[in-house]
T-cell receptor
């Protein structure tokens, strides 16, 4: 079965609000990565967080990782209409280097 | 100066035909990948090459054959196309097997 499960499947917020997406996984990981995909486009890498890290920031993005709970969250602060996209978490498992396993994705809609 | 490029962007063909998708990266990366994204947006790895050597081959029908003529190129040839092959195919590359993966824009394959 797929490694990552994301929650919620869809999220609709207004511009300026914060958006939080969660990802759960099942096995030990080397790192966890978050990607964004705009409709009909390719994936854009957002953040990579290693298994020994707990939190990373990049601009308006904040990612946390709790390896004891096998979960991660992506927080987008002060959202903009341009943030509308699907967001995927992907885990690089230990022992299977280079095999990224993607979650089901969260569809984020930011309205004006 | 596109990092990972794929051609063609769209491919419409009849069942039973043979087709190829080309991928090139100018990032100097050692590892390249092919992913398939189905109609439900689920992304799954198909193949991975490291320095022209096949390192991942996920239960993909042998109608699919990747070829890596050099480190910068990874092509995907598909024989005897079937309706179920319709999907978006993404090429990606990474510096090493555990680094961030950078994705191409995708090739939307439609089999009629």
């Amino acid at each position: 079965s797929q490694q990552g499960e994301e929650d919620p499947q869809a999220l609709s917020i207004q511009e300026g609000e914060n958006a939080t997406m969660n990802c759960s996984y099942k096995t030990s990981i080397n790192n966890l990565q978050w990607y964004r995909q705009n409709s009909g486009r390719g994936l854009v890498h957002l953040i990579l967080i290693r298994s020994n890290e707990r939190e990373k920031h990049s601009g308006r993005l904040r990612v946390t990782l709790d390896t004891s709970k096998k979960s991660s969250s992506l927080l987008i602060t002060a959202s903009r209409a341009a943030d509308t996209a699907s967001y995927f978490c992907a885990t690089l498992n230990t022992g299977t280097a280079s095999k990224l396993t993607f979650g089901t994705g969260t569809r984020l809609q930011v309205t004006l | 100066d596109t990092a990972v490029s794929q051609t063609p962007k769209y491919l419409v063909t009849q069942m039973g035909n043979d087709k190829s998708i080309k991928c090139e990266q100018n990032l100097g990366h050692d590892t390249m990948y092919w992913y398939k994204q189905d109609s439900k947006k689920f992304l799954k790895i198909m193949f991975s090459y490291n320095n022209k050597e096949l390192i991942i081959n996920e239960t993909v029908p042998n109608r699919f054959s990747p070829k890596s003529p050099d480190k910068a190129h990874l092509n995907l040839h598909i024989n005897s196309l079937e309706l179920g092959d319709s999907a978006v195919y993404f090429c990606a590359s990474s510096k090493t097997r555990t680094d961030t993966q950078y994705f191409g824009p995708g090739t939307r394959l439609t089999v009629l």
